[in-house]
């Protein structure tokens, strides 16, 4: 179909080299995760960053924690990962007070912003079960790192689409949210 291209001759088989080189990793298979039945119920957190440029506010970090059942999205920003705890008690506070309902399962990454002794035995108190990912998959985490994902591109888009300085990467952030 391409004139002057040189016939390619194929070997029997393919070589060990390329089959390991172009063997993607498996995919996860998604119909025996469990699913939240009400809001509330499971309720899935990271955080991103640190961003190249902190935001009016200083920030170079942001934290989501997406229901499962209705994929609302609530968007915090940290000037330090440290903060997660303290950005927690206040999104705990508000999610309850306006749905009516209860947290009851906060699933995470192995991050150490929430392996940590004052988000556990504060999750231990008030009922909720406290899950994190196997270190080093966040495929276990994966609504929380598509979102995260997610958020950033569409960041990157509204600032580049108008022009505007990376400082205001906060403000985007909040406005794709």
Known sequence: MVIG???????EGVCLGCEVGKHLEEKYDKGKSWKATTI??????DVAGPFPVPSFGKARYVLTFIDDF????WVFFLIHKSEVFDKFIIFKAQAEKQSGKAIKILQTDNGREYVNSRLIDFCTHEGIDLQH?????????????????????????MLQHKSLDQVFWAEAMCCAN
């Open 5 to 11: 291209l040189p016939q390619v001759k194929f070997l």
């Open 40 to 45: 509330l119920e499971l309720v899935h957190s």
């Open 133 to 157: 990912s196997v270190a080093y998959m966040p495929q276990q985490n994966g609504i929380a790192e598509r979102k995260n994902q997610t958020l950033k591109e569409m960041t990157t888009c």
């Open 70 to 73: 209705s994929r609302y999205t």
